[in-house]
Structure formats: structure tokens, C-alpha cells
């Protein structure tokens, strides 16, 4: 397992940041849209990864924290979701005025000479 | 105090909450009432602020710094999220309703006409800034930074225009990886450690095994990485003059003190982190803080040279200003002692109330033709800008007579500071800074001698580049007096005053930064202050019977 999300978090991450190097407004958004996926799986993972085990211990007496999975770093992946999802919104809504002023999809606002 | 929790702690992250929300509820054509409300919160932001510097300075108990902390929802310290007000959160909190009064008094002369929700999103960003000075950890960092981030994005948008898109669109682009690389360091430093609790953190780092440290050492460096970008350390610094150009003028003398954010935080977390007392770890990342502060200032002083308008200008001079103060935080982490963090900090005062002010200044000194005027139309072609309309319709109000004279006054005071020439404090930020550089023998002396030079050209560079600007429109102009109204002159000149405030009063200033710059060498009062808070429920058990 833990081959198969690391290889996924690096595939999404080189992905993210080639397109993220793009000059096309879209090709940088989508960019930023795989980087945040990466992160999210990557903040996931640091709570150690485990199957089949449920975050919420029981109320009282003596638990043993090695039978639960760390809820923290899925609040704190669901908050990185929320955040970024919003920023994706706002930024997707500047690239359109960009492309409505500008006529062009450059993320300068113009075609490169030649 | 009684026990009880200090529920003025909160405050400057509650006001602008619910002044932001509450003018969200008027109509964007009742400016006047949403005005008043956004002044009346940012004046109590100010009082709130001031209140809350004069508790943090402690009593002889408490040796001088008393930290206040507040549970948020009363969970007990390191397990719940908790706000920490020191000496240097406070002083970032007055600092950040200084700059933020003046801007706001002079958007009501018609800046706030140009967009939607100005006042709002205004409320939002001082909410952000003061939940990112206030917090004790990490991810609520994350989240107070999203929210200023998320404001200052529709600020700089603000009047509309394709030069504000464009760079509004690098901006975004730029910081929305920053905050990526920033959950990275997050998840890296939780996953190693356990805990996004600064105060923690600062006790777990010198107990750290000895595997575990390089994967610390390269969540922190993401992170800083992060705060670097947002600081404007030199090779990653591309997006800000444009950005800080473009920005509408009030806008623009608000972002002064963001790029203070992003130093506010690296100071705060380099020396809790990697203080004197972190063992191994101790002095982490100092190296690339002194060098790449160096650079900065460097790049800053050329751009300063290079610049043909003023506002091209000013944002290189938030470039010297943070390349300085990164510097200073670098060789204050290598070891460079008290007295030359406290003469950074005293410089960091000045430099953002002169930038903000000299940001005010821009519109009023180039709004006739002639002069200065000219040449940003001629900037402005070779950037292929459109004709900006928001400047055709008729101004409204007060105009001040004698227009060139204070102006002039204005621009001559935010000079002289700007370049640290004698009169006025930032002459004696700078002084403080290169004693406690030639003092100091943390660095080898070739490194302490390259930064005295090149501060000083920094100065020489400031000095060179505004004169110039002055010459053109105060004595070489046409002869046509602009017109300004009054409510435009009188934010830089209150900043103005602010500056002169800080030069008669500079021995206590200085006196403050320098008792606050011990407390940051000293990290366990921090970390045991934050770390010691009691819990309501457990502070007043009888209020229940």
C-alpha cells in the first residue's frame, strides 16, 4: 500500500507542477488543482497509514491508541480541502476576467512575439 | 485578571469578523454608513491593541513579560487550538491598525467607490492578519493566512483594469503554491513530532532523536519557504513590485505590512524552533536567512535605481525593507544578540509606516500633468496600459490649500526615514542595526562588513531615487498645482506624524524592542506561558454550584 500512494502523491505531484510551468491560464489551474490533491493525500498519510480502523475512540477506561487511526490529520485534510477548493474557485473566476480583458489565454495576457 | 478567560485576546479577530460581516448586509451604495462602521472598528482595533501591548509588557512578577493565552472552546493546551499574545504580537497588532486607519481614511475619498464590498474585504484581511499575529499553531496559521490571502486577492483586484487582472493572476498563481508548500511543511513537522502546537514544538525540538531531524529540518524548511515567498526574499520575489504597483494606493499602503506577515511569522518560529537552546538544531536555516536577505536588499536597491515611477519604486523599497529584516533575523538566529534584533525591530516600525505612507502619497504627486505624471503615462504606454477611467470622474470634497508645500513636507519625512538619514527614526533603526552588526561576533566579519555596506547603499540608493522623483515634481514641475482633498493628505500625514512620534519617543520604542528581542532569545517564556494556560473549567470550579 504504501508503495502504491506514495507512487500516486509523486505522479500527481510532478503532473501538478509541469502543468503548473505551463504558459496557458487553464494548463496552471488544472496545475494547482493536481498539486492540492498530492498535498491532501500527502497530509493524509502523515497520520500513518492504516486500514480498517475507525478515528473515534471510545469514552473511558483504558484504550489503546494503536487500534484507532489519527483523526487529526483527517480534520486538518478536510480544512486543506475546503480552502483550497474555494481559492480554485476565486482563481478560476480571475482567469476568465483575465481572458475576457486580455483576449488571450497567456498567462502574461499576450502572445509571446514570433 | 481574575482566572477567568481574557476574552479581550480575541477581540481583534472578532471586531473586524463582524464589522467585515455586517457590512456585507448593507447595500454597496450606502459607502458612508459602511465607512463609519469600518472606522469605528479599526479605532477599536487600535485601542484593543494598545491595551493589549501595555499588559504584555508585564510587571516586575512576571520579569517584564507577561504572555496572555486564550483556549479557544477551553480545550486544554497542547491538544486544543490556542491564541498567545506576546510582547512582538502586540506590537504587530498596533502595528497593523496603524497602517490600517490612514488606508482606510483615504479610500473614503473615492478608492472605495471603484469595486464591491471594499470595506468588507478590508475587514477580512486586518481579520486574517491579526488571527495570523495572535495564533499559537501551526495549522490555525495556515488558516488565518488563507483568510488574509483570500482578501488581499479581491483587494488587489479592486477598480478592476487589466494591469490589476495580470497581476492579480500572478499573485494568486504565487500564492496558492506558497500555501501548498506551507500544508507540505504542516504535514512533514506533525508527522515527525506529534503536534502543530508552537509552544511544543520549541520544548520537543532539542529532545528530538537524532533520525527523525533531517525530516524535521526539511518540513521546517518547506514551510519557510512558504513565508519567504510571501516576505519577498529575493529569487522568489518576481511577483511583488507588480503586484504592489497595480494595487489600488489605499491597497497598496495596506500590503506594506504583509510582507511583514510572512517576517513576523519566520521570526517567530526560527527562534522558538531553532533559538539557542534547540541543541543541535540551533541556528537552522540562518545561513540562507543572512544571504538571502543580502540578495534581496541588493535587487531591491537596483530595482530602487532602475525604477521610473514611483510606485515601481516604493515596492522595491518594501524589497530593502524585508531583505533587511530577514537579514537581521538571520544573524539575530546565528547568534547575533539582543540588541540588533531590537534595532530590526525598531527598523521594521519605521520602514512600514514610510512605505504605507509613501504608497499614499503616489496618486496625489502624479494626479496633474507634468512632472512625475508624464513619465508614469510614458511607463504606462510601454506596459500598454489602457487609459485608467477610475480618474475621470469629478472629485467631491475638501481641497487643502498649499497642496504642493505638504505634500512636499510628506514626501521629504518618508525620505528621510526611508533612507535613515539623521533626524528621524529610521537614522536610528539603522544605527541600532549596524552596532549590534559590528558587535556582534556570531558571523565571521567579512559577512557583518558586507551587510554594513550594503545597508548603507541601500540608503545611498533610497536617497538617490527619491530625490530624483522629488525634483521632477516638486521643482521641475509645470507650475499646475494638483488638486487634493484633504481627506487624501491627511492619512500620509498622520503616518508622518506617527514617524515623528517615534523619533522623539524612540529611547522607550527602542527600550520596548529591546526587552521584546530578549524575550524572543529566551523561547521557554513563551513556550511555558502558552504551555502553563489554565482552563476555564478548571480556573473558577465554583461558579457551578
Known amino acids: ?114 | 485578571m481574575n482566572g477567568g478567560p481574557d476574552h479581550l485576546i480575541i477581540a481583534p479577530i472578532l471586531i473586524p469578523f463582524f464589522a467585515g460581516a455586517l457590512m456585507l448586509l448593507y447595500e454597496d451604495r450606502r459607502r458612508r454608513a459602511k465607512f463609519f462602521i469600518s472606522l469605528a472598528a479599526t479605532v477599536a482595533l487600535l485601542f484593543v491593541a494598545i491595551e493589549l501591548l501595555n499588559r504584555s509588557k508585564g510587571n516586575e512578577l512576571s520579569g517584564g513579560n507577561d504572555i496572555g493565552f486564550y483556549l479557544l472552546g477551553d480545550w486544554a493546551s497542547p491538544f486544543g487550538i490556542v491564541l498567545v499574545i506576546d510582547r512582538l504580537s502586540a506590537m504587530m497588532l498596533v502595528l497593523s491598525s496603524l497602517v490600517a486607519i490612514p488606508a482606510l481614511v483615504y479610500s473614503a475619498a473615492g478608492w472605495n467607490r471603484q469595486g464591491q464590498h471594499f470595506h468588507s474585504m478590508f475587514m477580512f484581511l486586518l481579520m486574517g492578519l491579526n488571527g495570523a499575529f495572535l495564533t499559537g499553531d501551526l495549522f490555525n496559521l495556515f488558516v488565518f493566512f488563507e483568510v488574509l490571502l483570500a482578501a488581499s486577492y479581491g483587494m488587489l483586484l479592486h477598480g478592476g483594469g487589466q494591469l490589476r487582472v495580470r497581476a492579480g493572476l500572478h499573485y494568486i498563481a504565487v500564492n496558492l503554491t506558497a500555501s501548498l508548500l506551507f500544508l507540505l511543511g504542516v504535514a512533514i513537522i506533525y508527522g515527525v513530532t506529534g503536534t502543530l502546537n508552537m509552544a511544543q514544538l520549541s520544548k520537543l525540538v532539542p529532545l528530538m532523536a537524532q533520525e527523525n531531524r533531517p525530516l524535521f529540518h526539511a518540513g521546517a524548511a518547506l514551510m519557510g519557504l512558504a513565508f519567504l515567498i510571501k516576505a519577498g526574499i529575493w529569487p522568489v520575489s518576481f511577483w511583488l513590485p507588480l503586484a504592489y504597483q497595480a494595487g489600488a494606493a489605499p491597497v497598496a499602503a495596506l500590503f506594506a505590512i504583509m510582507t511583514k506577515v510572512g517576517i513576523y511569522v519566520l521570526l517567530r518560529l526560527s527562534m522558538l524552533m531553532f533559538g539557542t537552546a534547540a541543541g543541535i538544531s540551533s541556528g537552522f536555516g540562518a545561513e540562507v536567512l543572512i544571504a538571502g536577505g543580502m540578495a534581496t536588499v541588493v535587487f531591491g536597491f537596483v530595482g530602487v535605481l532602475a525604477s521610473q515611477g514611483l510606485g515601481r519604486m516604493a515596492a522595491h523599497l518594501v524589497l530593502v525593507s524585508s531583505g533587511t529584516l530577514l537579514a537581521v533575523n538571520g544573524l539575530a538566529l546565528a547568534g547575533g544578540g539582543a540588541a540588533l534584533l531590537a534595532g530590526g525591530l525598531f527598523y521594521m516600525l519605521n520602514s512600514t509606516l514610510a512605505t504605507s505612507a509613501l504608497f499614499l502619497l503616489i496618486e496625489p504627486m502624479s494626479r496633474e500633468e507634468g512632472g512625475i505624471a508624464a513619465m508614469l503615462a510614458l511607463t504606462a504606454d510601454a506596459y500598454g496600459l489602457d487609459e485608467r477611467e477610475e480618474d475621470s470622474q469629478p472629485e467631491v470634497g475638501l481641497a487643502i490649500p498649499g497642496t504642493l508645500t505638504v505634500l512636499g513636507l510628506t514626501f521629504g519625512a518618508c525620505l528621510l526615514v526611508l533612507a535613515g538619514l539623521p533626524p528621524m527614526a529610521g537614522f536610528i533603526g539603522k544605527v541600532a542595526i549596524l552596532r549590534g552588526v559590528l558587535a556582534t561576533d556570531a558571523v565571521s566579519p567579512a559577512v557583518g562588513w558586507a551587510f554594513v555596506v550594503l545597508l548603507l547603499l541601500a540608503g545611498l540608493a533610497t536617497l538617490i531615487g527619491l530625490v530624483r522623483i522629488g525634483i521632477q515634481t516638486f521643482w521641475a514641475g509645470d507650475g499646475i498645482v494638483p488638486r487634493v482633498l484633504a481627506l487624501e493628505i491627511a492619512p500620509a500625514l498622520a503616518l508622518t506624524a506617527l514617524m515623528l512620534v517615534l523619533t522623539i519617543k524612540a529611547d522607550d520604542v527602542l527600550r520596548y524592542m529591546r526587552a521584546t528581542a530578549e524575550a524572543l532569545h529566551a523561547p521557554a517564556i513563551y513556550a511555558d506561558g502558552a504551555l502553563g494556560a489554565p482552563r476555564a473549567v478548571d480556573a473558577e470550579p465554583e461558579e457551578e454550584e
Request: aromatic residues 8%; charged residues 10%.
Open chain 1, 1 to 114: 500500500m504504501e508503495i502504491v500512494l506514495s507512487a500516486a502523491i509523486g505522479i500527481l505531484a510532478a503532473s501538478g507542477i509541469w502543468l503548473l510551468l505551463r504558459p496557458r491560464t487553464f494548463q496552471v489551474i488544472v496545475g494547482l488543482c493536481l498539486l492540492s490533491y498530492a498535498v491532501n493525500l500527502f497530509i493524509f498519510s502523515m497520520g500513518r497509514l492504516t486500514v480498517g480502523v475507525p478515528p473515534i475512540m471510545p469514552q473511558g477506561g483504558f484504550v489503546n491508541p494503536t487500534l484507532y487511526a489519527d483523526p487529526l490529520p483527517q480534520a486538518l485534510v478536510l480544512t486543506a480541502i475546503v480552502i483550497s477548493f474555494a481559492t480554485t474557485a476565486l482563481f478560476l473566476v480571475v482567469i476568465i476576467a483575465s481572458r475576457g480583458l486580455t483576449g488571450t489565454d497567456h498567462v502574461d495576457g499576450k502572445e509571446r512575439e514570433g
